[in-house]
């Protein structure tokens, strides 16, 4: 198997530590520790990529421990863990400790996921640019080329025909106008449920536009007190609160001439919607504790979860920021809402992880993939790639049978008997699967399926209302 990201979870509470460990194992080699000094002989041992420390141990606190580790192993990405995000020991650790995120108690297991695979992404990034620089000091001028063939990765990387759709898809009409309006400097303000793929098409927007030579950074609007978020954003200088021991540039500053993706801008309090109004305004900010604004040519894309129309007319969401945000909305369906991506999206996700986990699994059993068209997928793409990742890790070479899925993906579809019952209630539902499986394979088209099944249109969409198979809207 090749090389996974190494975490450390460090937290004297075992069941805790247990339960970010069965989170994490799914994507990550996991380490545990109960205190700070079994995680430094951890430290000592193994080349650590992301240390994820809760603030209250009973030896010292995770703010204390962490400052050790920048000290003697500056590597590792650093988080923190704990109930209290405002406090002043968390706060104070922002720089001192050089730590990267905090994560709030009771923790959800996606954000959880997200979050530190943007840590383990942003070690990867660290370990590049230190081998970079090193291979630039002995080949001097090679910086210009280095940077070009950067930037044609990453275009590549995330072309618009890397995002993945059937014909007849309603991802095709949402890439179709996004690719036309990429390069114009409009904000873009993209809504969907969680795991649509909101980021990657922020992504792919930047790259595919004017400014992609220059920086795309990305904040969780939602994972952080506003005291943090203004000091992430807008920067500080040092002592304008507790815990600002130096200058520190805020993401909006790193972004100058680039974009800065704000992710979960729905879950942001009144008063900083206000701040971050005047930036959308007037392209300019105050950094905290200073006194001269500066200013910034930085494209907003923001993105949310939330009904933000909802949310203006609740007075929860001010209705001036959301027409700054919104100048031109785009929605990303569901994946319920375009079965016909499932096997497509699933073969992608085989493929990547296979390769990444080093295994030569190339295909999934005719039952799995009738198992994966059937499912209603309520986390998105996301959860596919949590479910495809684990069935890579839990098989050999062969190809992934459906004695892998999860227990709530695997139903028998081939089994007439399956559930009892008189023989016409089996018989009907073979028949429901029968339908069902060749509607999807052919994008509901109606009259491809209907040619498929010998049945006439009519006959087919009265047997779909019979079953309850019109493709949701």
Not at 2 to 16: G, H, K, M, T
Not at 201 to 215: D, E, F, M, Q, V
Request: charged fraction near 30%.
């Amino acid at each position: 198997m090749a090389d996974r990201p190494i975490i450390l979870v460090v937290d004297d509470e075992r069941r805790s530590a247990e339960a970010l460990a069965r989170v994490l194992a799914e994507d990550f080699s996991v380490l545990t520790a109960s205190g700070a000094a079994e995680a430094e002989k951890v430290l000592e041992a193994e080349n650590v990529h992301v240390i994820l420390c809760d603030q209250r141990m009973p030896d010292q606190t995770g703010v204390e421990f962490l400052k050790v580790v920048r000290d003697r192993w500056p590597d590792p990405v650093r988080m923190i863990l704990s109930a209290y995000a405002d406090s002043e020991d968390i706060i104070a650790g922002i720089n001192e400790a050089g730590i990267y995120r905090y994560i709030t108690k009771p923790w959800e297991p996606d954000d959880l996921l997200q979050t530190i695979h943007g840590a383990a992404h942003l070690f990867r990034l660290q370990a590049e640019t230190h081998s970079a620089a090193v291979e630039m000091k002995v080949a001097a001028g090679t910086l210009e080329q280095a940077v070009a063939a950067k930037r044609t990765t990453l275009k590549r990387e995330f072309a618009f025909d890397r995002i993945l759709f059937a014909e007849g898809s309603p991802m095709g009409a949402v890439c179709d106008v996004v690719r036309r309006i990429a390069d114009y400097d409009i904000s873009v303000l993209i809504t969907g449920e969680s795991g649509t793929g909101k980021e990657l098409l922020a992504r792919a927007i930047h790259y595919n536009s004017h400014r992609a030579g220059k920086p795309f950074v990305v904040e969780n609007c939602g994972a952080l007190p506003d005291e943090l978020l203004e000091s992430e954003l807008f920067g500080c200088k040092k002592g304008a609160f507790t815990g600002a021991y130096e200058d520190r540039i805020g993401l909006f500053e790193q972004a100058d001439g680039g974009t800065i993706f704000l992710d979960e801008i729905g879950e942001t309090s009144a008063a900083f919607q206000v701040k971050l109004l005047r930036v959308l305004q007037e392209g300019e900010f105050r950094p905290l504790g200073a006194r001269i604004t500066r200013k910034v040519n930085v494209r907003v894309i923001a993105a949310t979860n939330r009904d933000l129309d909802e949310e203006v007319r609740v007075k929860r969401f001010r209705r001036d920021l959301y027409y700054r945000l919104a100048a031109f909305p785009i929605h990303l369906p569901p994946l319920r809402d375009r079965p016909m991506d499932v096997p497509l999206l699933a073969g992608r996700l085989l493929a990547d992880t296979a390769k990444n986990f080093g295994k030569t699994i190339k295909e999934f059993t005719p039952d799995v993939l009738a198992c994966l068209n059937r499912y209603g997928w309520p986390g998105n793409v996301r959860e596919m790639q949590n479910e495809i990742q684990r069935m890579v890790a839990l098989a050999g070479d062969g190809p992934l049978g459906a004695d892998l899925l999860s227990a709530r993906l695997r139903r028998p579809v081939s089994d007439p008997g399956n559930g009892g019952g008189l023989l016409k209630d089996r018989l009907e539902r073979v028949e429901e699967e029968v339908i069902r499986d060749s509607l999807v394979r052919h994008g509901f088209n109606i009259s491809r399926a209907a040619a498929e099944l010998g049945l006439s249109r009519v006959g087919l969409r009265a047997k779909m209302q019979r079953y309850g198979l019109e493709r949701a809207r």
